[in-house]
């Protein structure tokens, strides 16, 4: 999923970040993954192989929808956007992901030594 030198993705975090980028407007396959390496500053690199799993996951549990369209270049192209459930599903795991980074951060911050 991620390149020599970059972030691996943690599970789950790919369909959030897919969730996040849909929040805006709807997106090609391509657009998405593009973004999500402009966004994280090159940090993370989404391949296709890892995004279409993904998106075909989210579309069958109901968290996105598709149709077919033209992309800018004038070829066609599945755009995805987020359903009422998918909206639900960002809200949800946006609230669980922060409250994981802050436990996290305060582990790593821990001076005194962490229970056995």
């Known amino acids: 999923m991620a390149s ?3 972030a691996d993705l943690l599970q789950g975090t790919l369909d959030l970040l897919v969730l996040r980028l849909l929040k805006s407007a ?3 396959g391509w657009d998405i993954m593009q973004r999500i390496r402009v966004v994280t500053r090159d940090v993370l690199s989404v391949t ?5 799993p993904a998106l075909h996951r989210l579309e069958r ?3 996105v929808e598709s149709e077919w369209g033209l992309s800018e ?3 066609t192209a599945k755009y995805y956007k987020l359903s ?3 909206r639900r599903r960002l ?3 946006s609230s669980a992901w922060h409250h994981f980074v802050e436990a996290a951060g305060r582990a ?4 005194a030594p962490l229970p056995a």
């Open 48 to 52: 296709p192989g890892a995004l279409y």
């Open 91 to 93: 809200q949800a795991g």
């Open 84 to 86: 009422a459930a998918g």
């Open 108 to 111: 790593l911050r821990a001076t």
């Open 4 to 6: 020599k030198g970059k």
């Open 61 to 63: 549990q109901g968290l």
């Open 26 to 28: 709807p997106l090609n």
């Open 73 to 75: 270049n004038n070829r």
